[in-house]
């Protein structure tokens, strides 16, 4: 992660220095291997990805938060609804939130409707984002394996995957045999801590870089015309008569005629500004990586007994998580309990990884709603909208929401695909409860 955020750095000063030699709305250059071919022969520099502009007094949208969720909000309104004028304000740097703190598994397997018809309209968009793009973001559908234990988890799998086949996703239901034939460092035996009954796979699932996931939107938002503007943190909000006018943030105040908060585990705080109180904690959630070793798992596994999920990156570091750290903040790495626990899960299931190192470990701030189920729509507040309260969900969904974001924010109506999540949902007794396990943001 400390190579990434240099790298991030870096490439922000080369913009900021060298911002003349891109205009608004010039297509990017494609990347192609015959650029790539004829860059290694002119030995020309390669184009800047984005500008650094300086903030415009005024936009037709502000969209607050430069991850993913945000970027993609810029990229679809610019794109699909032809709204140019547009600034994306990010108080750091691009995707140095959750988006590049993520564990990058990318799914659809959910049991109700309003969950799984989202989350799949997004894995749909994640099979071809990388030509939508014209960025390599790496998707890799290796499979996503949830492990179940007891004949009771094994009774909610079968279920969850006949609900999920009848919604047109894909599951299928494993014997322990087949995981262990699939797995071999995986302890299938009857004796393991955790025996291991079957599991339901969901093969088009898998992982996605996620740096590239920003990257890439950041480029194709910025050729449509969009302004990238890092360095510039929210501060306030500019309300009159009931209605957002622009944002205050610490580079000046900037108009708008709609603002879009895409901020992730700052929800609560973005939304304060306004007056708004959200049904919205913030906890932190950690992962871990080991250090790299030869490729030894070739999908992504879960297990919700052990609270636990691991997949292989393309480095070969194994890349771990498990549960929240329980208790509310906004700091961007947790305790060592919790990697305690993630390392105790890790060596139940796969004893043969116990001779590893872990290499590093940070953690991610998680906006977590009363029902573990997101909100994106219109807020109380004329021309404001959100989308937030992902809980774990939120890298999976982010091409899906920046698109239904997008749409609201453009029409000033919810898309289908999110008109079941909105803010009140939680007044009206509609909420979206995938869990079961009633208003605790934390047990979600």
Known sequence: MRRDVRLVDRESRICENSAHLRHPGVDALKYSIFSLIGHALSRERWPLAW?????????????????GHGLATAYYLAKVHGIRNVAVLEKGWLGGGNTGRNTTIVRSNYHF??????????????????????????YSPRGVLNLVHTPGEMDAAMRRGNAMRLNGIDAKFLSRD??????????????????????????????????????????????????????????GMRIEDGAVTGVRTTRGDIGAGKVGIAVAGYSSKVAEMAGIRLPIESHVLQAMVSEPIKPVLDTVVTSGAVHFYISQS????????????????????????????????????????????????????????????????????????MTGGWCYGGFKATPASGYVHAWTIARDEPHPLNAKFTLERFAEGRTIDEKGAGPYPWAH
């Open 314 to 385: 393309d480095k070969g570091e194994l890349v771990m998580g498990g549960d929240l750290d329980f208790y509310n903040s906004y700091a961007q790495r947790g305790n060592l309990p919790v990697i305690e626990d993630v390392v105790r899960a890790c060596l139940a299931l796969f004893p043969s990884f116990g001779r590893l190192r872990l290499m590093r470990t940070w953690g991610g701030i998680m906006d977590m709603t009363m029902d573990g189920s997101p909100i994106i729509g219109k807020l109380p507040v004329k021309n404001l909208y």
């Open 178 to 235: 087949e995981i262990a034939s699939w797995i071999p460092n995986l302890d299938c035996s009857p004796s393991s801590r955790f025996p291991i009954l079957g599991g339901l796979l969901q093969p088009r699932g898998g992982t996605v870089r996620h740096d590239a996931v920003a990257w890439g939107y950041a480029r194709a938002a910025d050729a449509l015309g969009v302004d990238i503007i890092q360095q510039c943190e929210v501060t």
């Open 51 to 67: 500008r650094s502009p300086e903030p415009a007094k005024h936009y037709d949208v502000v969209v607050i938060g430069g991850g």
């Open 113 to 138: 409707e309003p969950n799984a018809h989202f989350y799949e309209y997004s894995l749909k968009l994640w099979e071809s984002l990388s030509q939508e793009l014209d960025f390599n973001v790496m």
